[in-house]
């Protein structure tokens, strides 16, 4: 296989192929949009709490895994639909196993701003 030259101008293009993905899970994916709210919430709470630095790359980390799970899972649903719009179980196994993946992250998320959260509120009125 020949390889590519290295072109900054496929690389910009890449880029904006990235944010107009952003773009379309954002205006047509209401979940996201649920995640982007709590997203901003726990960014004011973090500013008002005060958390540390380590503690705000574990909240970009958890916001950022949120929103790529979403992403993956749009990405398989779109996929799925355009293959079988009609009711497959494989379709139907695909969409729930990436659905749950979202979850999964969505939970993992939840626990960690407890865990950086809690003890501060606690604090607070205490």
Request: aromatic share 8%; with cysteine.
């Amino acid at each position: 296989m020949k390889k590519e030259k290295f072109s900054l101008k496929k690389r910009a293009r890449s880029f904006g192929y990235a944010f107009n993905g952003i773009a379309t899970l954002l205006r047509d994916e209401h979940n996201s949009r649920i995640h982007l709210f709590a997203m901003a919430c726990v960014i004011v709470l973090g500013l008002l709490l005060g958390i540390s630095p380590t503690e705000w790359c574990i909240v970009a980390l958890c916001c950022g895994g949120v929103l790529m799970a979403e992403a993956m899972n749009s990405a398989v649903e779109a996929i799925a639909d355009l293959v079988s719009p009609d009711f497959h179980p494989l379709i139907k196994k695909a969409k729930d196993v990436g659905a749950a993946g979202v979850l999964m992250m969505a939970i993992a998320a939840a626990a960690a701003g407890l865990i950086i959260f809690l003890p501060k509120i606690i604090a607070l009125f205490s």
